[in-house]
C-alpha cells in the first residue's frame, strides 16, 4: 500500500514537471527570424501580383531589425497596399499578432523588379533615323520602373521613323518610334481617288512633308490647286470624294 502511495506520488510529480516545463517554454521570449517575415513578405507579393511567377524578384536593400516576442505564439499579416502595382520601391506593413492580438508593426522596404522582353535599340540610333531589322535587338531585362508604351514586338517597330536620338541599349517605347515620312516638301506626288468603280490619278506638288497615315496638302499641277490628302504610301496621297 505505501509502496502504491510511493508510486502514485512520483507520477504526480513528474506530471507536474512537464506542465510545469511547458508552461515554460512557452512563455519563454522568442527571437523572430528575419526569414521569416522576408518569406511572409515575398509570399503576400506572389499571391496578388499581376506578373507570372518565375518573373518577378523581391529584393529587401536594408536589413531588419531584431524583435523579441514573449512566445513562440505568434502569426504574421502583411497588410495590402492600396492600388499597388507591385513594382518598384514599396513599404509593407507586417503585423506580428500574438494570441490573436496585435502586438507589433513592422515596416518592410522592398524593391520588386520584373523580368519583361523588350526591344532594345543595337546601336545608337539619330531622330528622323528609319528603323531597321539590324537597328533592335530583343532581349530579356529586370525593371524596377516599367513604361506602359514599352514595345516588344520587332514588326512594330521596323520602317518607322526615330523621334528622338537614343544610345545603344535603349529600351524603345511607342514615344520613341512614329510614321515614316514618304515624301519630303516640294516633292512630285501621286494623287489618286478612288470611289466605288471610279479610279482617277494625277500629279501634284506636296506642300509639306508626308508622313504616313497623316492628311497634307497637295497642289494639283493640272489645276494649280492646293487639295488635302491622306498619305498612304511612297509618295502617294489618296483624295476623298
Not at 537614343?166 to 516640294?186: C, E, H, R, W, Y
Not at 499641277?221 to 470624294?241: A, Y
Amino acid at each position: 500500500m505505501l509502496r502504491t502511495s510511493l508510486v502514485t506520488m512520483l507520477l504526480f510529480c513528474f506530471f507536474f514537471l512537464l506542465l510545469s516545463a511547458a508552461s515554460l517554454y512557452a512563455s519563454d521570449p522568442a527571437i523572430l527570424e528575419k526569414s521569416l517575415v522576408k518569406a511572409a513578405v515575398t509570399c503576400h507579393i506572389e499571391k496578388h501580383m499581376p506578373w507570372p511567377k518565375g518573373k518577378v524578384r523581391v529584393i529587401f536593400p536594408s536589413d531588419l531589425n531584431e524583435i523579441v516576442l514573449p512566445s513562440r505564439n505568434f502569426k504574421l499579416e502583411v497588410k495590402e497596399n492600396r492600388n499597388d502595382e507591385y513594382i518598384g520601391h514599396k513599404l509593407y506593413r507586417v503585423n506580428v499578432r500574438h494570441k490573436d492580438l496585435d502586438y507589433k508593426q513592422i515596416f518592410v522596404p522592398v524593391r520588386i523588379e520584373v523580368f519583361r522582353e523588350v526591344a532594345l535599340s543595337a546601336k545608337p540610333l539619330r531622330r528622323g533615323a528609319t528603323v531597321s531589322a539590324q537597328d533592335i535587338a530583343i532581349s530579356e531585362k529586370w525593371f524596377s520602373r516599367l513604361p506602359q508604351d514599352l514595345m516588344a514586338d520587332p514588326q512594330a517597330i521596323i520602317g518607322r521613323r526615330m523621334l528622338r536620338s537614343v544610345n545603344a541599349q535603349t529600351p524603345l517605347t511607342s514615344s520613341m518610334i512614329g510614321d515614316p515620312v514618304m515624301f519630303k516638301k516640294g516633292k512630285i506626288v501621286k494623287i489618286v481617288c478612288i470611289h466605288d468603280a471610279l479610279n482617277i490619278s494625277t500629279l501634284g506638288v506636296a506642300e509639306e512633308e508626308g508622313i504616313f497615315g497623316t492628311t497634307v496638302k497637295v497642289r494639283n499641277i493640272s489645276s494649280n490647286k492646293v487639295i488635302h490628302g491622306r498619305v498612304i504610301g511612297n509618295s502617294i496621297v489618296k483624295v476623298d470624294l
